[in-house]
């Protein structure tokens, strides 16, 4: 009897332990799985923050052809690539830095992967100090012109007018785009070259983008 008492004391002992220590590994368990889920819930708010790419080759705008029907064209790129894969966009804003004698020679369009056109800027300018889009160095440091659904500047209220619908140059302002808004892109995906189309519809005058960027804020 006395032995079968101290069998059943130690397998008592022995599934006291044996609970104490299921319940230490489920507990393990259960903080690092919640550790994990907190891990990948700051990993995935992280990623929706903004995201700038650049273009800065500084390219020449070419000149409309004389006698041509078609005006002088760049096509200037931005690859998005894998930070952005499958993420949708949310907003989307483009800033430039163009020189040019005469800006109003010029329309500025944003192509996106999928094809959505924009037209940010056209012929927008007087017939003095049409220096171009921002200003500064011919680089990406120098002071940009942004084109923003969000601002409630016109492309008219951006910079000082010298005669009767003529708008002087440079802007380095943030205004809203001369057409289409901006938005049209959200919810396309980000990821893929977009296209940045400068046109020239008058000749004699050569302009260059110094450098462009895309800031996308992905869903």
Not at 14 to 24: H, N
Not at 142 to 151: N, P, V
Request: glycine fraction near 10%.
């Amino acid at each position: 009897m006395r032995r079968i008492g101290v069998r059943l004391a130690l397998a008592a002992t022995l599934a006291l332990a044996l609970s104490v220590t299921a319940g230490l590994a489920a507990g393990a368990a259960g903080a690092g799985e919640q550790k994990r889920a907190a891990k990948k819930s700051a990993k995935k708010k992280g990623s929706n923050r903004a995201r700038t790419f650049q273009n800065g080759l500084n390219q020449l705008i070419p000149d409309d052809p004389p006698g041509a029907s078609f005006p002088g064209q760049l096509d200037s790129t931005i690859k998005v690539g894998k930070k952005m894969k499958g993420r949708a966009v949310a907003d989307v804003n483009v800033s430039v830095r163009i020189s040019h004698p005469e800006s109003d020679d010029i329309d500025i369009f944003l192509i996106s992967p999928q094809g959505a056109t924009v037209l940010l800027a056209t012929s927008n300018a007087g017939q003095a100090g049409n220096t171009g889009y921002g200003s500064g160095d011919p680089n990406c440091n120098g002071a940009m012109t942004t084109f923003d659904d969000e601002t409630p500047n016109f492309v008219s209220n951006a910079a000082i007018v010298n005669e009767p619908g003529e708008i002087l140059s440079p802007w380095a302002a943030r205004v809203e785009p001369f057409g289409f808004p901006l938005s049209v892109n959200d919810g396309n995906k980000a990821r893929g070259r977009w296209t940045l189309r400068v046109l020239d519809f008058q000749n004699g005058d050569i302009g260059s983008l110094h450098c462009w960027k895309l800031r996308i804020k992905p869903r």
